[in-house]
């Protein structure tokens, strides 16, 4: 199943927002869903807009769980219906007409037999087993530091915001960010201090760091955070030396490849987070991948050079020793596979015009007899 149809209960030529939906819904709804809920009608004043699950996923930088979320949050407030396949894949959004004053949702129809569609439009459901990158599925690659990730309340945040430096500290990431934090964004600084047990101070600086380097994506941060846990990292002189190592990496990469005037994208500097950390390589040994690169391709190429470096990964190598000895072997090994040369003496040619017995001659025997002639 591929499509979504998106139908309402009310018709609409323009984007209305029911004061109900702002007086009773808006004020205990998380803010990220209320951007959902305030998008979808927006589609429906505007039928020939392309309305796809990734396409709002991607204009919202949410994952699909996130998406999901805010969707079924409006249906338990009975301001949606989501109805599914057989494969239990979503199928249709419905937005039901809010209750008037007084009214609780519980108490709202849900007979679906005398709704008329007021739009139909096609939602593409995204290929859950090859999906296509964008900004959601690049939120999605650490599995792990979002499958199981709580959702804190608004009661929950009070609560943390009453221990020492919690409140201060999403006061000053706010100013770094130079924006009010979302919910979501709330609720990833607390995952940090809740589950990853990061200090506040280590927080401050995890953002401070990252800012400098003007990244100021929470979801960046949280990658950062994420690598940062993984590695054991829980204190501000460990996260120091970590983006000393890192930032060292780097300048030394960015001169062996003769990178000037800009700065690495994500991709390059995670392929020297892989040669670095999962590697364990020296940056002696990145320096000599690099500069064969150059001498190879008299281009900075950081896939050629994640080649060698891959290669010496699985041929076990240690130091710069260990790729004199490999080289070695190369050497070695291409000289035995060469064809000796043939040393046959060379033999005459036969052809029609020596094809038969060569005379001799007496060539001083010769020169005597003219002169005898010549007397004569």
């Known amino acids: ?11 609409a030529s323009q984007t209305c927002i029911p ?14 869903y209320v951007k959902v809920y305030l998008y979808l009608l927006r589609l429906l004043s505007a039928p020939n807009t392309d309305c796809s699950l990734t396409k709002l996923a991607e204009l919202f930088e949410y994952s699909m769980r996130e998406l999901n979320r805010a969707l079924t949050y409006w249906e338990r407030m009975g301001l949606l219906e989501l109805q599914y396949n057989n ?34 439009t096609e939602l593409k459901v995204p290929d859950t087993t090859n999906p296509a990158p964008n900004k959601a599925t690049e939120a999605e ?14 009661d ?16 000053i990431a706010e100013q770094y960010l130079k924006k009010p934090l979302t919910q979501t964004e709330v609720n990833t600084f607390l995952y940090w201090y809740d589950t990853l047990h990061f200090s506040t101070d280590l927080i401050e600086y995890l953002v401070e760091y990252c800012v400098s380097r003007e990244h100021r994506s929470v979801r960046y941060m949280d990658k950062v955070a994420i690598s940062w846990s993984e590695a054991g990292i829980h204190d501000v002189t460990q996260a120091k030396q970590e983006a000393n190592l890192y930032n060292q990496a780097n300048y030394t990469v ?43 391709t008299h281009q900075p190429s950081f896939e050629y050079a994640d080649k060698i470096l891959t290669n010496w990964h699985k041929a076990k190598v240690k130091e710069l020793s260990d790729v004199e000895k490999l080289d070695a072997s190369f050497k070695n090994a291409k000289k035995a596979s060469e064809r000796p040369v043939s040393t046959t003496a ?11 017995n060569q005379r001799t001659y007496d060539y001083d025997q010769l020169e005597q007899q003219m002169l005898n002639r010549n007397r004569n």
């Open 19 to 32: 004061n109900q939906f702002i007086d009773s819904y808006m004020p205990n709804a998380n803010g990220e």
């Open 346 to 356: 060379s033999r005459p040619v036969v052809n029609r015009f020596n094809n038969f």
């Open 254 to 296: 960015m001169k062996a490849l003769g990178i000037k005037g800009r700065n690495l994208v994500e991709l390059e500097t995670t392929m020297i987070q892989k040669w670095t950390n999962d590697y364990g390589f020296s940056l002696d040994l990145i320096t000599e991948a690099c500069s064969r690169t150059i001498q190879s």
């Open 1 to 11: 199943m591929d499509t979504i149809q998106l139908h309402a209960e009310h018709t």
């Open 87 to 120: 494969d239990k894949e979503l199928c249709k959004i419905t937005l039901l007409q809010i209750p008037s004053p007084g009214t609780s949702p519980d108490d709202y129809p849900k007979s679906r037999d005398k709704i008329s569609p007021l739009m139909s």
């Open 156 to 171: 929950d945040v009070k609560n943390f915001s009453k221990q020492e430096g919690v409140s201060e500290l999403l006061f």
């Open 141 to 154: 690659v650490s599995s792990t530091s979002t499958a199981s990730r709580p959702e804190y309340t608004k």
